[in-house]
């Protein structure tokens, strides 16, 4: 889908969100391409519930982000506008540790659509997901 070969890097994919949405935190993309995308965030008080478990908001946000990101990879450049469609998240267990991580893989895309299923992990428990999406971007129509 993408047109000739370069992909947005991570560096320039978190260069242009925080430029986009200054003050933002938070997620990270670690690595990025063609059909995956790889989203990492630190575990602090403004991720977690009492008790030190991951809320499910903050899960959500991390596999929207992975979903996001992975729109890039998949049509080869930084498309801010592009949006969500829809997301359906199940939570598989508590998620806690130091580190959270989502990877979302592309399962189909189309002209002016993204479908994408994301993992999502604490630490480095990639086998054993705390939750996992399935998502849906659009892209703005080209003018």
């Known amino acids: 889908m993408a047109n000739g070969t370069h992909r947005p890097t ?22 990025a391409g063609a059909d ?3 989203v990492q965030r630190e575990i602090d008080p403004t991720a977690a519930r009492p008790g030190g478990l991951v809320s499910g908001p903050s899960q959500f946000g991390l596999a929207d982000a992975a ?3 992975l729109t890039f990879g998949v049509i080869g450049r930084i498309e801010l506008m592009a949006l969500t469609s829809d ?5 598989l267990r508590p998620a806690s540790g130091e580190l959270i991580s989502a990877r979302a893989d592309l399962l189909s895309a189309g002209s002016r659509k993204v479908v994408g299923a994301v993992r999502v992990w604490c630490d480095d ?8 999406a399935k998502g849906t971007y659009v892209l703005p129509r080209q003018h």
């Not at 260069?15 to 670690?30: I, N, Q, T």
């Not at 428990?125 to 996992?132: F, K, N, Y």
């Open 10 to 31: 991570p560096e320039e994919i978190n260069s242009a969100v925080h430029a986009a949405f200054p003050g933002s935190e938070g997620a990270l993309c670690r690595a």
């Open 36 to 38: 995956f995308a790889v």
């Open 67 to 69: 979903l996001w990101f």
């Open 87 to 91: 997301m359906d998240i199940t939570f």
């Open 125 to 132: 428990r990639e086998d054993a997901p705390c939750s996992v």
